[in-house]
């Protein structure tokens, strides 16, 4: 049974994020695809000052959120590290090409919260996806290729 989840993480108030459980003591409470998407709406609506379309996908092993920012709403010089800061808190680890393998991270706030809302791979994209009305927008501003 999907429910609605409140909670705070990374200093940011998150409403509404839907959920297919409630959380309980020594459960993972797992998010719907629905509820991922509105939980990084958030949280770039809290860190960035701006929205964003964002695009999720799940699959076998796996799953992927990409997301993007319109420039004309963020700093160039931010850039960088905002997709730094982006993929560390919704990236759950890197693959090792030395190795072969996917080395996953111990984050502390999922495991602390006893809540799984982090992607195996996380891109934040400046402009718009492509095929929007917001991509033609851009595009008649020259501000995408």
């Known amino acids: 049974m999907k429910t609605k989840i409140n909670f705070k993480a990374y200093g940011v108030e998150f409403k509404n994020i839907e959920a297919y459980n409630a959380p309980k003591e020594g459960y993972t409470t797992h998010l719907t695809g629905r509820g991922q998407s509105a939980m990084v709406k958030q949280y770039v609506k809290a860190f960035y000052g701006c929205s964003c379309q964002v695009s999720t996908d799940f699959f076998s092993m796996g799953s992927s959120v990409d997301v993007w920012v319109d420039p004309r709403d963020i700093y160039e010089e931010h850039v960088k590290e905002a997709k730094a800061d982006f993929r560390s808190v919704f990236q759950s680890g890197s693959f090792n090409g030395m190795e072969d393998i996917y080395e996953y991270n111990n984050n502390g706030v999922e495991k602390q ?33």
């Open 113 to 145: 919260l006893g809540i799984d809302f982090q992607f195996k791979y996380a891109t934040l994209n400046i402009g718009a996806k492509y095929g929007t009305k917001k991509y033609e927008e851009l595009q008649k501003l020259g501000l995408e290729d």
